[in-house]
């Protein structure tokens, strides 16, 4: 474009002293001075094409220049956008962790026995044979081996089987490791509760050495009969099927876990309890 505006500009430029050479022969061969209508004539197309090249300068400036400050304004409002979204994500995290204090609120008052320390996981560690993941506090928390970590709802989430200065691992009750002594609420009946990743039913728990003559519902909770590593009545899980085991003289039964391991963003570890 530049060298066609240039090349434009010296062709005016040339017929302009052109013209003006005629002007002055003619003026000095005749003795007369052309008119101002004259000049005015042959100049109008000259002047019309200069003004058409202003004009288009004009726009091409007006274009750059409006340009830059829409690009300038779409950055801001970008800007503005992920400040809204990032607040928006706040307000969501701020929300669900007041909605489980309030909860974890409501089990302390239930069980002034418990010592809760509250920590957000960091990462999973996820096998054919292993459920885990890490928190964001350890020892300097107060947090031990062997200390239950639940929901805010008192849902069991597993157990910590390892624990640094400021990180713990916690075992889900997922993982073929764990087996815990749990009862049937509505009966009474007592078995051991072990991994979905133990029992092959990915995902469940199974519920073995329950006796011949019990009687299972879907839907049944099951709980914790208490220990020194388990307070009594924790929710473990909800019975979904039922059968006899492979022996013929226990029954069996199979649970989906009360806590919903794959949304959980906080556990509530149990770092003291009374089970008198």
């Known amino acids: 474009m530049k060298k066609r505006l240039s090349g434009r500009a010296r062709g005016l430029i040339v017929a302009a002293l052109l013209c003006a050479m005629l002007i002055t022969i003619f003026s000095a061969v005749s003795g007369k ?53 990032e607040n928006a994500r706040t307000v969501d995290q701020l929300e669900r962790e007041n909605e489980r204090l309030s909860a974890a609120a409501g089990l302390v008052a239930e069980h002034p026995d418990y010592k809760l320390e509250d920590a957000y996981l960091i990462s999973w560690d996820v096998s054919n044979w292993k459920s885990a993941f890490t928190i964001s506090k350890g020892t300097r928390s107060g947090i031990r081996v062997g200390q239950v970590a639940v929901t805010e709802y008192g849902q069991v989430v597993g157990l910590v089987t390892e624990a640094g200065a400021n990180w713990a691992t916690v075992t889900t009750v997922l993982d073929s490791s764990l087996g815990i002594g749990a009862s049937v609420s509505s009966t009474g009946d007592i078995g ?73 963003e906080q556990v509530y570890v149990i770092k003291e309890y009374n089970n008198q």
């Open 192 to 264: 051991m509760v072990e991994g979905a990743l133990a029992t092959g039913a990915e995902g469940l728990l199974r519920m073995n050495y329950l006796p011949t003559d019990s009687v299972l519902k879907n839907n049944e909770q099951v709980l914790t009969t208490g220990s020194t590593v388990y307070p009594r009545g924790l929710i473990i899980g909800y019975i979904t099927d039922a059968g006899f085991d492979e022996t013929g003289v226990a029954k069996y039964a199979i649970l989906r876990p009360a806590a919903d391991l794959d949304n959980l």
């Open 33 to 85: 001075v052309i008119g101002s209508t004259v000049v005015q004539t042959i100049l109008s197309p000259f002047r019309a094409a200069a003004t058409s090249i202003v004009t288009s300068i004009e726009r091409v400036y007006d274009y750059i220049f409006k340009y830059e400050s829409l690009q300038a304004e779409n950055q801001d409002l970008k800007k503005r956008i992920v400040a809204m979204e």
